[in-house]
């Protein structure tokens, strides 16, 4: 079956580096995502990453992507407490027809 | 402007009743989805439309269905709740492979 493996929580201080780990399925996936949900709200797409990349900077964050290993990490560098959400990696589905498919997600908690 | 908007925000329901979530997109997107977040917060495929019609029916029981009266507009009728059925159901729309865009969720408490 499909099962895209997350830590389900991590604990920080302010200020620190955090690093959400995500181990996916298809190695055939042409592009993976990662996801941000606040409480009380809907998921927000906070990046994503193209197989053909090993990394992708965007301000704070850095994906990190090793196709050998099937192995995806966000990092947050700087983290604040507005960082303090569920993040979840997503791949593509590896049948037409179906859907995105959601790793249970990591609790973040950022400490001041 | 809201890309996908779900009403509504909360529903409180007695067992045995039935009821809709209402969502609509305003991006142009093909694709509509409804997934369920339960209390752990995982997320499972529920339905998929494409362009009105259905093609993603995971195993989920007949009480709940949906129907899309046009690309831009997915529902979900659910009959005889069940306590079980209490989660946030999320909508979420897409168009080729920048990811998804989800509505800020309906939490369905049934009672």
């Known amino acids: 079956g499909e099962d895209v493996e997350q830590s389900l929580f991590l604990s920080v201080r302010e200020g620190d580096s955090s690093v959400i780990n995500c181990t996916y399925t298809d190695s055939s996936s042409t592009y993976l995502y990662w996801y941000k949900q606040e409480p009380g709200a809907g998921l927000q797409l906070l990046t994503y990453i193209f197989s053909n990349m090993d990394m992708k900077q965007d301000q704070r964050l850095t994906v990190l992507l090793n196709k050998k290993d099937k192995h995806l990490s966000l990092r947050i560098a700087d983290t604040q407490t507005g960082d303090s959400a569920i993040y979840f990696c997503a791949e593509p589905p590896n049948q037409a027809g179906t859907a995105l498919i959601f790793g249970k997600g990591t609790t973040l908690s950022v400490s001041s | 402007d809201t890309a996908v908007s779900q009403t509504p925000k909360y529903l409180v329901t007695q067992m045995g009743n039935d009821k809709s979530i209402k969502c609509e997109q305003n991006l142009g997107h093909d694709t509509m989805y409804w997934y369920k977040q339960d209390s752990k917060k995982f997320l499972k495929i529920m339905f998929s439309?494409?362009?009105?019609?259905?093609?993603i029916n995971e195993t989920v029981p007949n009480r709940f269905s949906p129907k899309s009266p046009d690309k831009a507009h997915l529902n979900l009728h659910i009959n005889s709740l069940e306590l079980g059925d209490s989660a946030v159901y999320f909508c979420a729309s897409s168009q080729d492979f920048y990811g998804y865009t989800f509505g800020s969720g309906t939490r369905l408490t049934v009672v």
């Open positions: 439309y494409n362009n009105k019609e259905l093609i």
